[in-house]
């Protein structure tokens, strides 16, 4: 059993390993505890709303490691594009280290509770945002100007969680390439 | 109570709705009774293996759903990037009918069983690689190589399924547009 110092840290780490693989519903107090060591107790102590409040921790915490892969991607690219690629490699092999099992862990909570739970729906959305701000900054430093650098965060969002999804199907990390070359496109050429 | 006629079909659009909104794992057995109005008897009547066997059989019927809808959109559109523009329009709108809450019929499952169930793993591949055949089809109409074809009907895939979940998460369609305008770029830019 983890000293209780650890017992937060475990939690919300264990919680996210099978948000990842099994979703929200489908992960029980009981199966968190036993995986986390934690004990019951320490579980109240550090939640005490309850499982909706260790997801929207896990949430946060997950988006704060997301957020941090991309920035060390932008930052050790030398154009926008490369950087593009940098994070798509990077997410992918994260998820290929799985054994392609895991989803990301904001949507396998966030579609099975939004916009039931107004508290994870906050949540998903502030760590979406906070992803695509961070593609922005890096959009903005190359030279896009801001209308593009904004669309630019918005679409490697959603091209990361569309390979993302269809990787998962797959098993097959190849979708990640795609959702690259597609943001690529639009950073060589934004519509009109 | 429908008649047993009707069953299967109130069984399938039941749990359809259910497993969008709430996801797998967080419909119950009971809650798919209670809403389809079908009795106990006739769901194992028609899904002998259970709710897994629903699940199937919901993703299949979505999977045509969506590929008609995907279908009509290019049908109706004189060039491809046309009816990228039609095809996001029409799965924004269903999206937007829910009040922003229904997720894809088939991410919602996937996301939660998959590589644990392999009949749900097959189910998800065959109707992502369904609809990215249809849109490959519509590209190759409008005189695009194979490998561009292909690469299309992947990226508008991921594009909308990405669009999907952003667009949940922030309670808004916009992200549709831009999913549509990720796929144009890489239709007028195919990469090296």
Chains 1, 2 share one sequence.
Request: aromatic share 8%; charged share 20%; proline share 4%.
């Amino acid at each position: 059993m983890p000293r209780t110092s650890n017992a937060r840290a475990q939690l919300i780490s264990s919680a996210a390993k099978l948000f990842q693989r099994q979703g929200y519903h489908g992960t029980g107090l009981t199966q968190i505890l036993t995986e986390s060591g934690a004990p019951k107790g320490s579980f109240y102590h550090h939640f005490p709303s309850g499982k909706e409040e260790l997801a929207e921790t896990v949430m946060h915490q997950a988006g704060k490691e997301i957020s941090g892969l991309v920035m060390s991607a932008f930052d050790r690219s030398d154009t926008f594009i490369a950087g593009v690629d940098a994070v798509s490699l990077s997410i992918a092999d994260w998820f290929s280290r799985s054994d392609f099992a895991a989803g990301c862990p904001i949507t396998s909570v966030m579609l099975e509770t939004v916009p039931a739970s107004s508290r994870l729906g906050t949540a998903s959305k502030e760590v979406f945002r906070e992803w695509s701000g961070v593609v922005t900054s890096a959009a903005l430093r190359d030279g896009y100007d801001m209308q593009t650098a904004k669309s630019l965060g918005q679409a490697m969002v959603i091209a990361l969680e569309g390979a993302w999804i269809v990787a998962r199907a797959e098993r097959d990390p190849n979708a990640f390439l795609t959702a690259a070359n597609m943001v690529k496109s639009l950073a060589n050429t934004p519509p009109k």
